[in-house]
């Protein structure tokens, strides 16, 4: 991508992926500039959320951000917690922040998922007025789903490698099987 082609995608929005059903629906702070370029989630060449994914155990090979449209076959899902592109997360306010969150609950209402699971602690924090939540599932449900908070996949996060992230997604994976497992069978 060129600069222009990243400066002109400032703004835009990236189409969520959802269906009706999910057992996880994954929710980013906001796009990148690459992904709104791009139309895929978590597009950036740095961002590891789609080596996470893979590793953990969610998706039985590594995707690409121009295959996430497999997601919903998986069970899965992305969106965001505030819509707009931004070069970088910090360049959201709080209250674009808290703003997301309550359009989220509405959205995660609307879909239905099992989990909603928030990468990015701070921004959750911020957008559902939590401060002292924590990596791990979460006392609260949003939307009817239950929540847990992952590490933000971006490459700026470097204190979480891959490994370590796919051990915390692994964790909410584990969490899911056993909830699936408590489902009677139709």
């Given at each position: 991508m060129t600069p222009e082609e990243l400066s002109a995608a400032r703004d835009r929005v990236v189409p969520d992926v959802v269906a009706g059903g999910l057992r996880v629906l994954f929710c980013g702070i906001n796009p990148s500039l690459m992904s709104a370029a791009s139309g895929h989630h978590f597009a950036h060449p740095g961002n590891r959320f789609w080596p996470v994914l893979h590793r953990s155990g969610f998706t039985p090979r590594q995707l690409k951000p121009s295959e996430q449209d497999e997601l919903p076959g998986?069970?899965?899902?992305?969106?965001?917690?505030v819509a707009r592109a931004t070069a970088r997360a910090d360049e959201l306010t709080p209250e674009?922040?808290?703003?997301?969150?309550?359009?989220?609950?509405?959205?995660?209402?609307a879909s239905g998922p099992s989990w909603l699971a928030v990468v990015g602690v701070t921004a959750y924090r911020t957008a559902f007025g939590d401060r002292h939540a924590r990596i791990g599932p979460q006392e609260r449900t949003i939307g009817g789903a239950?929540?847990?908070?992952?590490?933000?996949?971006?490459?700026l996060n470097a204190h979480w490698t891959v490994r370590s992230m796919?051990?915390?997604?692994?964790?909410?994976?584990?969490?899911v099987g056993s909830d699936d497992s408590r489902r009677p069978t139709p």
């Open positions: 998986y069970g899965l899902g992305i969106t965001n917690v674009e922040l808290r703003e997301g969150g309550r359009l989220l609950s509405a959205r995660v209402e239950r929540v847990w908070a992952l590490p933000n996949p971006s490459g796919a051990d915390e997604y692994a964790r909410l994976l584990a969490a």
